[in-house]
């Protein structure tokens, strides 16, 4: 990662991961996707996010849609990027692959997110959907933009 957010002090992982968890500035779509960040490791550019699916995602099968699953491992991926840049820096998703392994009904789920390369004009990460019982449901990879960090509108 560049220079991004070096001359501003970097909180330590506990203290970051309770900046997100108390913001009072939280966007309305990460309460609707039922989120809460549950790890930081900023050293290893990593994040968890937990997530309580609601019954409202599900598709006529019973299981979640899959576009509520990308947009939870979109929404880790991107505040990794955010935490990663210790909040000077945004990353919006250029592209996004997304791979759907086994499906996921309503109810608790977690996502990992990961940056595997920040670079000055592109930033590569990969996200894994996991269900309540810890087994693999999709997988992401991502290219996105760095840029600086600013609320648009």
């Known amino acids: 990662m560049s220079n991004a957010g070096e001359d501003k002090p970097r909180l330590s992982d506990a203290d970051m991961l309770a900046r997100f968890q108390n913001s009072k500035k939280r966007p309305p779509c990460s309460d609707t996707l039922g989120m809460r960040l549950s ?17 409202m995602f599900a598709n006529p099968t019973g299981a979640v849609q899959g576009g509520f699953i990308a947009a939870m491992m979109d929404e880790a991926m991107s505040t990794c990027c955010i935490i990663a840049s210790n909040v000077t820096m945004t990353a919006p998703t250029l592209e996004m692959k997304t791979s759907y392994l086994r499906r ?13 390369k920040w670079g000055r ?11 309540a019982d810890g087994k693999l449901v999709a997988k992401a990879t991502a290219t996105a933009i760095p840029m600086p960090f600013k609320r648009l509108g």
């Open 104 to 116: 996921l009904m309503p109810g608790n789920a977690h996502v990992e997110a990961n940056i595997l």
């Open 121 to 131: 004009s592109a930033a590569f990460m990969e996200a894994e959907c996991f269900d």
């Open 39 to 55: 790890e930081v490791e900023q050293d290893a550019k990593r994040i968890r996010m937990d997530f309580d699916v609601p019954q």
